[in-house]
């Protein structure tokens, strides 16, 4: 798409004209005034997808300002930018940019497309709300340590289920086939006769208000499905006939009057067959179809001579030849007009049933993410399960308290054999609230701050999360400073980087965020880079008062804890080194191994 589209006049315009025409009364001006007064970033964007949208005919979508939402409500979810999802690997690992090696990657067993973007959806925007979030940590304990069947049964119904929710997006937009209309209202059909059956052990066995409620639910929000079903005819759907795809035609007036046409002019050409049998004197003769070509009188060569003059020859071989006599040639072009009018007609009547299906496009897509709600339940019950992961204590207090917590990522990567080093956190707002790390490199500093960040992140999803024991307070954003790199395309340097990134970290963060820097002013001079750290922590320590994680290589920063004791403590990270000497082949000498283990 040209760059033109994205600046702001030419975008402004563009909006303006697409809205003015949806206009029509006072709620429609004033949804025209909130669009004009979006930001400048917004209006480019808007404009822009306003313009790929035309192409598809799909503009409509956007006329209704009203529906607009905002992506994500600081009061509804915690403030993750784009920043600390790329620091912390939510979604994907900074090496080769793939899901492997991310925390997503970790929580993912989902059965489901949309149960997997709603997991994505999760992790992105975890919970602040202490009653949303222990719902799902009820409902994952309860998945995880119930022995009734029904969790088994619910599971093995999503591993079969099609991707429902892009299905339904499709059919709201008219862009679906037959075969994919029947293939997801048929699916939904089955989901909703095994979620009926399973109510009474549902009501029986499951105690999660989450989990009822959603399950519960489902039967009735798929209610709608059974008379689009009972409609369709399978075999003209699989192959995607219109024409023959619906059953009963009591709802469909203009297929069963063109068909009523069709099927009169067919008679009316049978009828004429009597009168032809009278003139070639051939009281068995029949009509041929050759090649998609119908209604041919078919006569041998060498009775050729008793065909009128006016019949019209169609074709002819060594043997016969192939007439259509006059009334034939008018009446088979109208019957091919018909049922080229009925084609037009069905792909209307089509359009329609589709728009009709429609209406109850939001109870479907309510029971969508229903289910993959459920799917995102039994994935973190499964995570939780497989590693030995503990419910974490969610509280209104900030405090951040975590016994022998493990890298959710990297307690995956290394397995059994190399188990990774378990560290402790106490972070609290009335004692100690930030953490002054050093150590040497290599040594895991990043990966330990980046564990406190991502055990913060799955305890606010509902997650249970890799420790002994946890206890978190709400967190209301996590805001990172970490790694080295320039940005080219903008023109900034390393250093430049670094300003920009901590400049907006103090513009947002509240005393209910968790902030994490790593190694500030490493990308200017000893001095300039001492000043700078000391100078944003102790304003991070008076001021924003937040829970921090601080990372330096700078001794005169670690003199912060003097000033600001007990609020601020200082902690190393420290190694063991196993030398393990072991003889080699003669000649060849000694060589010494040496295991280093990472502890704090």
Not at 106 to 126: A, I, N
Request: neutral net charge; glycine residues 4%; aromatic residues 8%.
């Amino acid at each position: 798409m040209d760059n033109i589209y994205f600046e702001y006049s030419h975008a402004f315009q563009a909006v303006t004209e697409f809205y003015a025409k949806e206009i029509v009364d006072i709620k429609g001006s004033q949804s025209f005034s909130g669009i004009i007064n979006l930001e400048k970033p917004v209006i480019c964007s808007l404009a822009a997808i306003i313009r790929y949208l035309k192409e598809f005919n799909l503009e409509k979508m956007l006329s209704k300002p009203e529906n607009f939402k905002q992506l994500s409500s600081e009061m509804e979810f915690m403030t993750i930018n784009g920043t600390t999802l790329r620091n912390l690997e939510i979604l994907q690992n900074q090496t080769d940019m793939k899901t492997k090696g991310s925390l997503l990657w970790v929580l993912d067993h989902t059965k489901t497309s949309f149960g997997r973007r709603k997991l994505k959806k999760w992790v992105t925007q975890p919970l602040l709300k202490l009653r949303e979030i222990n719902a799902r940590l009820d409902a994952v304990s309860e998945v995880l340590h119930s022995e009734s069947s029904v969790f088994g049964q619910i599971e093995n119904h999503l591993h079969k289920l099609p991707d429902i929710e892009r299905g339904l997006c499709s059919i709201y937009h008219k862009k679906c086939s037959t075969q994919e209309f029947f293939l997801i209202v048929k699916s939904l059909y089955h989901l909703k006769s095994e979620f009926q059956a399973l109510i009474p052990a549902v009501n029986a066995h499951v105690q999660s208000e989450l989990l009822q409620t959603f399950i519960l639910e489902i039967p009735e929000l798929l209610k709608p499905v059974d008379h689009y079903l009972k409609i369709l005819n399978e075999q003209a759907a699989k192959i995607g006939n219109k024409t023959e795809l619906f059953k009963d035609l009591s709802e469909f007036p203009l297929i069963r009057k063109r068909k009523d046409e069709i099927q009169e002019v067919t008679e009316k050409i049978q009828i004429h067959l009597q009168e032809i049998r009278k003139i070639l004197k051939n009281p068995s003769a029949q009509y041929v179809t050759v090649s998609g070509q119908e209604f041919m009188i078919e006569v041998k060569n060498s009775a050729i001579s008793c065909i009128p003059s006016d019949w019209v020859k169609v074709g002819s071989t060594k043997v016969v030849s192939r007439f259509h006599s006059p009334f034939i040639v008018e009446h088979y072009r109208q019957l091919n007009q018909l049922r080229e009018q009925l084609v037009l007609d069905c792909n209307a009547e089509w359009l329609d049933f589709l728009e009709n299906f429609s209406q109850h496009y939001h109870s479907l897509c309510k029971a969508v993410h229903h289910l993959a709600t459920v799917d995102c339940i039994f994935s973190l019950a499964k995570v939780a399960k497989q590693r030995d992961y503990c419910r974490p204590t969610l509280q209104e207090e900030r405090k951040i308290i975590i016994k022998n917590g493990r890298h959710p990522v990297i307690d995956v990567l290394l397995g059994e054999q190399d188990q990774y080093v378990p560290n402790s956190t106490n972070l609290s707002e009335d004692s100690e609230r930030v953490m002054i790390i050093t150590g040497p490199n290599m040594g895991g500093k990043s990966s330990y701050i980046k564990q406190v960040a991502l055990i913060t992140i799955m305890a606010q999803i509902g997650s249970f999360v890799p420790a002994e024991e946890a206890t978190v307070g709400i967190v209301d954003g996590i805001f990172t400073r970490m790694g080295a790199a320039d940005n080219i395309y903008k023109g900034r340097s390393t250093f430049m980087e670094e300003l920009t990134d901590t400049a907006e970290i103090i513009r947002k963060a509240t005393s209910q965020s968790l902030v994490i820097l790593d190694e500030l002013g490493r990308g200017t001079s000893t001095h300039d880079g001492i000043a700078i750290a000391y100078a944003t922590l102790e304003y991070f320590i008076r001021d924003v008062k937040s829970l921090t994680l601080f990372v330096t290589h700078y001794p005169p920063v670690c003199e912060l804890e003097k000033s600001y004791s007990p609020q601020v403590g200082n902690y190393h990270m420290g190694f063991l080194v196993n030398e393990d000497e072991s003889k080699q082949d003669p000649g060849k000498g000694w060589r010494q191994c040496c295991q280093v283990l990472v502890v704090h």
